[in-house]
């Protein structure tokens, strides 16, 4: 692929993912604001480079609004502005293309995901008025109808989230890794039927790395409760079909929090001749496996998240409260308040 058509498809994968309604894109401000905090992280000088600085509203991203990226009157850049100083910055290293493509996937994630917080419509009596028999008559009728909707609302809210997360996390650790998650539909990597023998059916793998031959399981933990016997006889497979079809079974866990389920878990990955990392050997791991610049993209975006919020003691739950109008959602606690603009529903 010429240098030329690589950088078009690179500010492509930027710019934009989806299709019709749930399309995201980001504009050419938005594209320059994120190369240039992509600079600040990696001490990588503008004026070398040539790429026009851009005045910040901090130094942290996840501490700017995404009102800010959005107004788009601190950048005066075009398409052809931003894949030259895309080709600058990739000419300096290849390996800012997947440190920008990151960025740019988990910024588009949290413009989407505000977006649905903005649009996702309260639910109607049609869809949950008959579960109101479990607890009609234990309080007030209004009051069970509001917590009823309230309780569907955040059900409903929770499941996209998780769904956003799934498309993202995964695959920005696996490309972290050198590797991609691969679907069963085309995976090398093949089910063992009742008599030892791999089977027709591909095994989908989180990540699998061709360079290193190896195949990742991913984790953020492995504790007793997070997997039914079923599923977690399914887990233990992955690492003997792994290393059937001739690659090494990698167990990449995040949390070091310790469970039977874990040990069981590491010991059959490594009965493989695979490999196990928990914790900060996870980590350490990663960042080895990611080389100096996307290793910046680890420890800025996705370690300091996760321990930060792993670090909130949740076995005493705050009170909260949660209003709604029809210009914003409000969720306020004793020491803070998170607002939401909602938008025109979809």
């Known amino acids: 692929m010429s240098s030329r058509l690589f950088i078009q498809n690179l500010y492509l994968k930027c710019k934009t993912h989806g299709s019709g309604g749930a399309q995201v894109a980001i504009s050419d401000a938005e594209l320059h604001a994120l190369i240039s905090l992509s600079l600040h992280y990696l001490e990588w000088d503008h004026s070398i480079l040539g790429i ?3 005045s910040m509203p901090d130094s942290d991203y996840f501490q700017f609004s995404l009102d800010w990226f959005q107004s788009a009157n601190y950048s005066s850049a075009d398409a052809k ?19 920008i493509e990151n960025l740019s996937a988990l910024h588009r994630r949290r413009v989407k995901y505000r977006r649905i917080l903005g649009s996702q419509p309260l639910p109607t009596m049609d869809q949950i008025g008959p579960r109101s028999l479990l607890e009609f008559g234990a309080c007030d009728v209004k009051l069970q109808a509001n917590w009823m909707a309230w309780r569907k609302w955040i059900y409903d809210i929770d499941n996209r ?9 995964e695959p ?27 089977s027709s059916s591909g095994r989908q793998v989180d990540c699998l790395v ?3 031959n190896k195949a990742y399981e991913l984790k953020l933990r492995v504790t007793i409760a997070a997997s039914g016997q079923g599923r977690f006889s399914e887990e233990l497979s992955f690492p003997v079909e792994a290393q059937a079809a001739g690659y090494t079974p990698v167990l990449l866990v995040l949390d070091p929090t ?5 040990a069981d878990l590491a010991k059959r990955f490594r009965e493989c001749g695979g490999e196990v990392y928990i914790g900060d050997d996870a980590w350490r791991h990663m960042e080895e496996a990611a080389g100096e610049v996307v290793s910046v993209f680890v420890e800025r975006f996705i370690r300091p998240v996760i321990s930060s919020i792993e670090q909130i003691d949740i076995s005493s739950l705050s009170s909260l409260s949660l209003s709604w109008s029809g210009e914003f959602l409000e969720i306020r606690s004793n020491a803070s308040i ?6 025109e529903e979809c």
């Open 81 to 99: 502005d931003v894949k030259i100083y895309l080709e600058k910055c990739f000419q300096k290293d290849n390996d800012f293309a997947l440190f």
């Open 210 to 212: 061709p360079g290193s």
């Open 258 to 262: 310790g469970s039977d389920r874990l």
């Open 52 to 54: 026009p600085p851009i």
């Open 172 to 198: 920005l650790l696996a490309s972290c890794l050198g590797g991609e998650p691969i679907g069963a539909r085309n995976s090398p990597v093949r089910r063992i039927d009742e008599n030892g023998r791999p």
């Open 161 to 169: 989230s998780a769904q956003e997360t799934g498309y993202l996390f």
């Open 338 to 343: 998170y607002r939401v603009n909602r938008i």
